[in-house]
């Protein structure tokens, strides 16, 4: 079996709800475990839909910072 490869979408437009379902449904290397906009309300909504973690665009880019990696703790550790 193949290792996936755990990532988060990056905006929540019109357009990412056919990104969001490509990558869980066409692309087998990929785990997408969140969304993230630049307003948390946003996202908020947008993982929702799909059964996501929502962040922020600060906390999924910040990948030196300790609260990041905490973050990424988190998101691994929700199935």
């Known amino acids: 079996m193949e290792k996936k490869m755990t990532v988060g979408v990056i905006g929540t437009g019109a357009i990412s709800d056919i ?4 990558m869980k449904n066409v692309f087998e290397v990929l785990e997408v475990k969140s969304v993230c906009s ?3 309300e946003r996202a908020q909504l947008k993982a ?9 665009l600060e906390e999924i880019t910040h990948w030196k910072s300790t609260g990041h990696r905490r973050f990424w703790k988190r998101i691994r550790n929700t199935e």
């Open 38 to 40: 630049r307003r948390l």
């Open 48 to 56: 929702a839909q799909h059964n996501l973690a929502a962040c922020t």
């Open 19 to 22: 990104y969001i379902e490509n």
